[in-house]
């Protein structure tokens, strides 16, 4: 191992800690209030800006880290293995920030960056419409240029952070007529009082009910000219599809802890539980469920490691992304509800963890495409 792996290995334990400590200090103990709510507090995000725990990937001179998107890895999964889905960290610091660092001009980078990785504002990004779903070319939310300004007129529905979202990237239509080429990806500076801009629903969902999901609507909603992602309109849909791959990336990371986490609580429920006059886990079928479990969860771990290091190395395309997306989250639910049956009843009961590792676990087949979707861009490929 040279020098510079072991002081990069040691630089992610080290961010590894410091997270652990986090989620297990800030989030672990209010996780029923921000069920209750539906979101996380914003003061959480403040208090990982402090920490320096948010937009590790995005240069220093930006306010980042500096660091690369195995920084954000680290985050994600120490994250995952405490059982929260409340904070968005996923999209305020590994998908948001990569759209304005790739696409903003300057000045915009300069004053938008260092406030997500402060913590001081809250990002979200808003594809998806009530009649659209995975199907991002068919969008119909309007952008029209009026001088030096767009007038943004339309409705998005499950945007992760709607609720708690000072800014917010828009997929619309610049020009109807053009399809896919027609969409253009927009900032927007919002808050309650912004004319144009009203949040809807913080939506109710069967797992991961302190998610921040909302609903977000704009009618004459108003944005500077110079908010436009990209250097002409028309660019939207190629700066998706661009960064789409890093967003299923960070499902695969999540997969692959939740599963690990999934094996290794019941792993010591079944250890600790008895049945028939012994240990849960000395009976065959259990030993051999745990057994494979514990193998797949070795596999998708494997297969996740090597994408994330292609992903630093710049390596990583579209159609791997694709298959570590809808296949570890193909496995992770199907380990977590073998892990579940483990639990007999008291799986089903929301005090076991395992429970809200069940309902949390089915939208990873759903969101940042359907894994249906996943396939067909895996076949294209081929």
């Known amino acids: 191992m040279s020098t510079t792996t072991e002081s990069t290995v040691h630089e992610l334990t080290a961010v590894a800690e410091l997270a652990r400590e986090f989620f297990g200090k800030e989030i672990a103990p209010r996780l029923d209030e921000f069920v209750a709510q539906g979101h996380a507090d914003r003061s959480v995000y403040r208090r990982a800006g402090e920490l320096g725990l948010l937009c590790m990937s995005i240069p220093e001179e930006y306010g980042g880290g500096g660091g690369t998107f195995a920084h954000e890895a680290v985050l994600v999964t120490e994250q995952a293995k405490v059982g929260d889905s409340t904070m968005q960290v996923a999209v305020n610091s590994g998908i948001v920030p990569h759209y304005l660092l790739a696409y903003a001009c300057e000045e915009m980078k300069r004053r938008w960056l260092p406030r997500l990785a402060s913590g001081e504002w ?9 009649g659209t779903g995975s199907d991002l070319q068919g969008i119909t ?10 007038v943004i007129s339309g409705a998005k529905t499950f ?7 000072d800014l917010v990237i828009i997929a619309a239509k610049t020009d ?23 949040r809807g629903r913080v939506l109710k969902k069967v ?17 500077p000219a110079s908010h436009l992602l990209g250097t002409q309109e028309g660019q939207g849909f190629f700066q998706m599809m661009e960064q789409l791959p890093q967003e299923r990336l960070i499902c695969g990371v999540t997969a692959a802890a939740v599963i690990e986490t999934a094996v290794e609580t019941t792993l010591a429920y079944t250890k600790s539980r008895t049945a028939f006059g012994k240990p849960l886990f000395d ?28 992903h630093v190395r710049g390596e990583l395309d579209v159609k791997t992304a694709a298959m570590v997306k809808y296949w570890t989250t193909d496995q992770q639910n199907q380990v977590v509800d073998r892990c579940l049956q483990l639990h007999g009843g008291y799986g089903y009961m929301e005090e076991y963890s395992i429970a809200r590792m069940w309902t949390d676990s089915r939208i990873a087949r759903i969101y940042a495409g359907a894994n249906e979707v996943m396939k067909d861009l895996i076949a294209r490929h081929l």
């Open 159 to 165: 945007i992760t952070s709607g609720y708690n979202c």
């Open 141 to 150: 939310t309007k952008a029209v240029r009026e001088g030096d300004e767009y």
């Open 283 to 310: 009976l065959q079928n259990t030993r051999f469920e745990l057994a494979e479990c514990a193998t797949l969860a070795a596999v998708v771990r494997t297969f996740v490691d090597d994408a994330v290091a292609q």
């Open 176 to 198: 109807p007529e053009l399809g896919a080429k027609g969409v253009s990806l927009i900032v927007a500076e919002v808050s309650d009082e912004t004319p144009g801009f009203q």
């Open 207 to 223: 797992g991961q009910r302190g998610s921040d999901t909302a609903e977000l609507f704009f009618d004459g909603l108003r944005v």
């Open 122 to 130: 809250v990002g979200a990004i808003a594809m998806t419409e009530p």
